[in-house]
């Protein structure tokens, strides 16, 4: 026997499911997310991997673009790794940077999935801790 589930997604009073294409883009970019592996692109550089949200959603001039993913990465603790590639950094590191590309456009709202799996009890404190600390002095006054 199959069940189905129905209901609405809102955001702001927004239906996301009934709203158009424009307004559902709107919203998307209104919400960032930290897939459980970081979903890096392997053949990107860290700044490459934060930049790239920015490159597709904005026109700000590729200068920029960097500063903010130098910024981003400095964040989440990875100041100077802007040139390495995914491969070259551990997966504590990968999942930071997946972080910092969440982060790349400014979003309300974080979504987070299973951030520190994977990683030992250490690194997942760690990444557990900075998560905190980026909510407590990243959030904005509602």
């Known amino acids: 026997m ?6 609405d997604v809102y955001y702001d009073d ?16 209104r919400v960032g997310v930290l897939y ?5 692109w392997s053949s990107m550089t860290l700044a490459e991997n934060v ?23 400095a964040l989440v603790g990875l100041a ?3 040139d390495f590639y995914p491969s070259q950094v551990s997966g504590g590191m990968r999942k930071r940077a997946g972080l910092a590309r ?15 799996s994977g990683l030992d ?3 997942s ?4 801790d900075l998560i905190v600390e980026l909510r407590d002095s990243l959030a904005r006054p509602w």
């Open 2 to 7: 199959s069940r189905r589930s129905r209901g």
């Open 14 to 29: 927004a239906s996301f499911w009934a709203a158009g294409a424009t307004d559902r883009q709107r919203i998307l970019r």
């Open 36 to 40: 459980q592996q970081g979903a890096l």
């Open 51 to 73: 930049g790239l949200p920015l490159e597709q959603f904005t026109d700000l001039p590729q200068a920029t673009i960097r500063g903010i993913a130098s910024l981003k990465l």
């Open 80 to 82: 100077g790794f802007e």
């Open 102 to 116: 969440a982060m790349a456009l400014d979003p309300d709202v974080l979504f987070f999935d299973e951030p520190s």
């Open 121 to 123: 009890p250490l690194n």
């Open 125 to 128: 404190r760690l990444l557990d």
